[in-house]
């Protein structure tokens, strides 16, 4: 390509950019006017849920739109706890936290990293979420955790979550998303059992989840 043809598919391409960019900036940021994810049914695949909250501070730094923060029950004594948190698309869809610098900052050692993949009915191929064992006292935290957006995108990692992020805003004039964590606390013999059950309670809660997204306008 000549110097000439190059510097004006270069113009080309910084005024569709420009344009592109003003476009946006008119459209003006939607606002969450229902954030629905409080109907969230307390039971979800044979456990009873509780609700809970975190201190003040926590929330604050969090700075979400909507947090969900749950223990979930089972007849079997099995005990895991839920975590959603919402960032509208005027916050920028997500959280500036993830489990990879919050455990550790709470005396957290991170001992396995890796993914699981989950299949829903809705995701016929499959999903895959961040699987984590966090150990403490000699008490392990088990967790799959992933971020979620657009209602029903699954989304492991903070680069992806930029792409659809940009999509969102460039198609839809919308990039809301949420973080969303599943964990449990058990002794070292119960990690591959825990990680079944996680597993399987992801699943059911995948399949509801997108019905109880919130509305922005």
Same mark, same amino acid.
């Given at each position: ?6 510097? &004006? ?6 005024? &569709?950019?420009?344009?592109?960019? !003003?476009?946006? *900036? %008119?459209?003006?940021?939607?606002? $969450?006017?229902?954030?629905? &994810? #409080? ?11 509780? #609700? ?8 604050? $730094?969090?700075? *979400? ?13 099995? %005990? &895991? ?10 916050? +920028? ?13 709470? +005396? ?12 829903p009915s809705s995701y016929p191929d499959g999903v895959d979420v961040n699987f984590v064992v966090a150990g403490k006292d000699?008490? @392990? ?31 839809? @004039? ?8 599943? @964990? ?8 591959? *059992?825990?990680?079944?059950?996680? *597993?399987?309670?992801?699943? @059911?809660?995948?399949?509801? !989840?997108?019905?109880?997204?919130? #509305? #922005?306008?």
């Amino acid at each position: 390509m000549s110097n000439n043809k190059f510097f &004006l598919a270069t113009l080309v391409f910084l005024l &569709l950019t420009a344009a592109m960019v !003003l476009t946006i *900036a %008119r459209r003006g940021v939607p606002e $969450v006017v229902k954030t629905n &994810l #409080e109907n969230l049914p307390l039971e979800i695949a044979g456990y009873q849920g509780v #609700e809970d909250r975190f201190s003040q501070k926590v929330y604050d $730094v969090l700075d *979400a739109d909507m947090h969900l923060y749950r223990h979930y029950h089972s007849s079997d004594g099995t %005990r &895991l706890s839920f975590y959603l948190g919402y960032y509208g698309t005027a916050k +920028g869809g997500r959280t500036g936290h993830n489990p990879y610098a919050c455990l550790p900052g709470a +005396g957290w050692s991170i001992l396995q990293k890796d993914s699981v993949r989950i299949y829903p009915s809705s995701y016929p191929d499959g999903v895959d979420v961040n699987f984590v064992v966090a150990g403490k006292d000699g008490t @392990n935290n088990v967790m799959l955790h992933w971020y979620q957006s657009a209602g029903s995108r699954i989304i492991t990692s903070g680069l992806q979550q930029n792409i659809e992020s940009f999509k969102g805003r460039v198609l839809y @004039n919308r990039n809301d998303g949420a973080y969303v964590q599943v @964990n449990a606390t058990v002794s070292d013999d119960e990690i591959p *059992a825990t990680k079944e059950k996680l *597993a399987e309670f992801v699943r @059911n809660l995948m399949e509801i !989840l997108p019905h109880y997204w919130p #509305e #922005e306008k």
